[in-house]
């Protein structure tokens, strides 16, 4: 296994500072139990006398559900652990759980559907829309592309073998419309778009500001529809998040030109702007363009922090429905911020250049780390091809930095 010699590398063991009661998301009472409420109430309540009701040996922490664990294993450093025994088994949850619930999620631009588990866990169900082979037509505008489904799966992994680890966890899944989807939904407004399509397939459309017609209908084969399960953040009430607008974000216009665009000499004036006139926000979000660049995601707008660690933290990378849509071009304008401000961490420039070797290829990791998922395979093999292209290019980006 490729994927397991490059996770034992030191580049991939590099510690991270002492974690404080004060760098974690949640600090929990390790006597509190989790349990369901025995009237069969869908509500969970803590048990402050744990210690009298667990079997010898048991703490509190494994009554946890997976998705409970993960986001009590949230710190100011990483969102999961680089070896964290749980993934595998939130991973399998979100793949497998059966779902007793399924709502649209209101806003954005196209359809998604939250999913509740038994044990209260949610995920974000992203459908799918087109085909693995499928690539985004030359003259759509970045804006009113498609959100895949297999971009969300392969950007998560993707994220974890640069070492970002700011992606939460995605696993595919074949959900059945009928039993999953129509017959559970409480969303009068979503259960008013079901049809059955002139073959006899199952179809939907929900609402929203693109793509939510009976043209754009997602429909099963008779009801199976394949799509992405992402593990839910905890609640904004819970742990409140701030959204910050990208400096290098597109102007979302046919014919304008952004900023940054135009001048030469922005990131001179966005390094002086808080909140990157100190600590490493801009080097974060320089991470941040290269996965971009390395995906072709062009619709990055905004990124998000937890409000509770201020700008001692690392970037949210979410929404990645965008990328792996055109593998036969590279969008080099996505490199901008590290070709202007020409910065990069040592550490991630060492990983890089780790990954362009024979022994630790970045296409063949993804391609190992992506044959695990339920809906395997994920990307065409163009779309691996092109990764190993687009991080030479990364490291040429660099290389020229140096030499100025």
């Known amino acids: 296994s490729k994927l397991a010699a490059l996770f034992e590398h030191p580049l991939y063991n590099i510690p991270i500072p002492e974690v404080t009661e004060k760098d974690k998301l ?27 009701l667990l079997p010898t040996g048991k703490t509190a922490y494994d009554t946890y559900p997976s998705w409970l664990k993960f986001h009590v294993g949230i710190n100011r450093y990483e969102l999961y652990p680089r070896r964290d025994p749980l993934l595998p088994t939130l991973l399998r949850d979100l793949a497998t759980q059966s779902i007793v619930s399924s709502v649209q999620k209101s806003g954005g631009t196209q359809l998604k559907l939250i999913m509740t588990f038994p044990n209260y866990g949610q995920a974000l169900f992203k459908p799918m829309k087109q085909t693995r082979d499928q690539e985004t037509p030359i003259d759509f505008f970045y804006f009113s592309d498609f959100e895949r489904h297999n971009a969300e799966i392969a950007a998560f992994h993707l994220d974890r073998i640069l070492d970002f680890r700011r992606i939460p966890p995605v696993s595919g899944r074949l959900v059945n419309i009928t039993k999953e989807i129509r017959d559970i939904t409480t969303d009068k407004k979503l259960a008013k778009t ?21 043209e754009h209908a997602l429909c099963g084969k008779p009801d199976q529809l394949e799509g992405s399960m992402a593990a839910l953040l905890p609640d904004k009430t819970l742990a409140k998040r701030r959204s910050w607008r990208s400096p290098w974000r597109r102007s979302y216009h046919k014919s304008k030109k952004a900023e940054w665009e135009l001048n030469p000499n922005y990131c001179a004036w966005v390094r002086e702007t808080p909140p990157y006139n100190r600590g490493h926000r801009l080097l974060d979000l320089i991470d941040m363009t ?13 990124y998000e922090t937890f409000e509770k660690f201020g700008n001692d933290t690392f970037l949210l990378h979410l929404d990645n429905g965008r990328g792996f849509g055109t593998h036969s071009r590279d969008e080099l304008s996505i490199l901008a911020p590290l070709e202007q401000c020409c910065s990069i961490k040592k550490s991630t420039y060492l990983r890089l250049q780790l990954l362009a070797t024979e022994p630790y290829r970045l296409s063949d990791l993804l391609r190992e780390a992506l044959a695990a998922d339920p809906l395997a395979p994920i990307l065409a093999e163009p779309h691996l091809q092109a990764l190993d292209r687009r991080l030479g290019k990364v490291l040429v980006a660099v290389g020229h930095c140096l030499a100025r």
């Open 26 to 52: 949640f600090v929990v009472n390790p006597m509190e139990k989790f349990s369901l409420h025995s009237s069969g109430s869908d509500e969970w309540v803590s048990n402050s006398k744990a210690e009298t």
């Open 194 to 214: 079901f049809f059955i399509s002139p073959v006899g397939n199952i179809c939907f459309y929900g609402e929203c500001s693109y793509y939510c017609s009976t």
């Open 290 to 302: 290269i996965l971009d660049f390395l995906m072709g995601n062009m619709d990055r707008h905004h």
